[in-house]
């Protein structure tokens, strides 16, 4: 069976200051994909990133970026100099091969930046 | 990314009734998915469905309380019926667009609440 952990429930810090947001996986899969969504006080979700499996390179996006490690299954996501806009919580997911749409989220973790 | 509308955005509804959700994409796709957010909580899949046959459910849900249609490939519905105030949840359409940069597109959503 799949899970993700977000062990972080709320994370509060002042604008310009660095965060990050942990993810664990837990699959037996070898293939798999992980993803990392936005969800603004509006409700939508905004996605931000896919990553598969055989692919461990880091991303960066602007202020964003993203540190995929398999030895220690985790898909932690960075926000650099965080802004208000960036209030939100934030999901991490993760879905197998052969089981595509069955998006296995984590519980999410709630970030307020303040002035 | 695929454009998802959706609606209604929200609906306060009696319980005893249904209510249905539409969900409307701009391109043709194979899969559309299902998802309930319930209140403070994660996205869970209810169900995904195909154009042509049955829709595939979720453990935990069924047919008759969610019943779903998908008379096209770019159309989809889910019914919520007999809705008690436990189906309160936003409720989500999803799709998936393949490839490095791109993940599953949500719609915008419907918040439901029953009373």
């Known amino acids: 069976a799949q899970k993700v952990t977000q062990a972080q429930t709320e994370i509060s810090v002042v604008e310009k200051e660095d965060v990050t947001l942990d993810c664990v996986y837990e699959?037996?899969?070898?293939?798999?994909?992980l993803f990392w969504y936005k969800q603004p006080p509006s409700g939508e979700l905004v996605f931000l990133i896919r990553r598969n499996s055989f692919d461990e390179q880091n991303e960066i996006s602007g202020r964003y970026s993203w540190n995929f490690q398999k030895s220690t299954s985790s898909f932690n996501f960075t926000i650099t100099a965080s802004q208000v806009v960036d209030s939100a919580v934030y999901f991490c997911?993760?879905?197998?091969?052969?089981?595509?749409?069955?998006?296995?989220f984590g519980k999410g973790t709630k970030l307020s930046v303040k002035p | 990314s695929a454009v998802i509308s959706q609606k209604p955005s929200r609906d306060i509804c009696q319980r005893g009734t249904s209510l249905t959700i539409q969900c409307q994409v701009d391109?043709?796709?194979?899969?559309m998915f299902w998802y309930r957010q319930q209140p403070g909580q994660s996205l869970t899949l209810i169900a995904t469905a195909n154009q042509g046959s049955e829709a595939t459910y979720e453990s935990g849900f069924v047919i008759d309380k969610f019943p779903i249609s998908r008379p096209n490939l770019t159309f989809s519905t889910l019914t919520v019926s007999n809705m008690s105030p436990e189906d309160s949840s936003i409720y989500l359409c999803s799709v998936d667009r393949e490839g490095k940069n791109y993940g599953y597109t949500f719609g915008s959503g419907t918040r439901l609440t029953v009373v």
């Open positions: 997911a993760l879905t197998v091969r052969g089981s595509q749409g069955n998006l296995i």
């Open positions: 699959t037996r899969d070898t293939t798999y994909y």
């Open positions: 391109s043709q796709v194979t899969m």
